[in-house]
């Protein structure tokens, strides 16, 4: 019989309207469990996670109930970090693993206290990056034995063809604040004076006021032209934007890893992002150790529209940051690497009931202000 897993995820998971990389992440290791022998049992609980109402803390009690000690849950950070008596309850039950794709609480400190609590007390932790478990360690206290280290993988496609003046910027996230598009716009706001076209794909809905006023300062700004927000594509449209990229750009104010930035990679493509979090160690570097890309400061349109007048104007930038993009997209992980690690976590985690639990179910919960 093979082994079983309980897979607990937003109902969200696979709406095309919202694409994001936690739920692409939770996707794609779902489906290479079941490619590494697991028996998959997938949970979509609906609610406005990580805030949930009554409803949905029900429902996530249900489905951390229907299944025995026997079976380990794998639940998404999100909804764990919103709901953490309950699991906190089903960890002395069960084997409880969480997926911590970004820690919740260094953005919305109203969720600290609840989130160190799950991460301490569940069985494994699994990341998306060396940054995570440095945050969880060092913030949360959660051991570092507790953590695993499950870089999302990706797909290589074709190596893009480069135009002459690499003049084509592509920006693919939500459009949202925390991305960066305000930092973007005025970048490019400062570069009127060169040749450049923006695509920018990302959903449109996920703040669709701040969307609807970004779109009225382009055009009042005299980009509307030059930049186009495309709002979230499928799969094989997303693909043709990234084969007519030249740059990719991610100006975030916080990634925990940013898998944009290795499916550039996975294309040959460089990537100018913004150095927070994970974003350092997913651009990583070309085998002679030459970054694929240029690190700006968050938020600092100066430096970002400095970094692209640079990129437009030296075709020998442009041609060495190619070449060791497509020297990086020879170290990539596949996507059932990251799978393996997360099976691996699985199976470490023990029955139910083992005194690694009981100890950490007694540890006090703790969180570690810095300053």
Known sequence: MRDAVQAIVPQGLDDP?????????DRRVIEGLRTAGWQVHETLVAGTWPHPGADARRSLAAALDAFGPNVPALIDGMIA????????????????????HMPFGAADPSLAEDEAEVMLRVRRVV??????????????????????????????????????????????????AAKGYCTLAAALGMLTDAAWICTCV?????????????????????LAGRVTLCGALGAADLDACYAAADLVVLPSFGE???????????????????DVGGTAEALGVAADGARPGVLVPPGDAAALASCLRHW???????????????????????????ANIVSTALRSAGPAGSLRTMVSLIAPARVRRHG
């Open 17 to 25: 309207s919202r694409p994001s990389g936690g739920n692409r992440y």
């Open 81 to 100: 970090c919103g709901a953490a008596d309950v699991v906190v309850s089903a960890a002395s039950r069960r084997a409880v693993i969480v997926i911590a």
């Open 127 to 176: 990341v998306t990056s060396d940054w995570t478990s440095r945050y969880l360690r060092s913030v949360y206290g959660v051991a570092a034995e507790q953590i695993a280290v499950a870089r999302p993988g990706v797909d290589l496609g074709p190596v893009a063809a480069a135009s002459a003046g690499g003049t084509r910027l592509l920006c693919v996230a939500a459009v949202t």
């Open 202 to 222: 990302g959903s449109l809905d996920v703040d669709a006021d701040f969307s609807a006023e970004l779109a009225r300062e382009l055009a009042a700004a005299g």
């Open 256 to 274: 925990s890893y940013g898998m944009v930035v290795t499916e550039a990679l996975a294309r040959g493509i460089p990537v100018v992002v913004s």
């Open 312 to 338: 437009l104007r030296d075709g020998n930038l442009r041609s060495r940051l190619r070449r060791a993009a497509c020297s990086r997209r020879e170290s990539l992980i596949g996507w059932q690497v990251t």
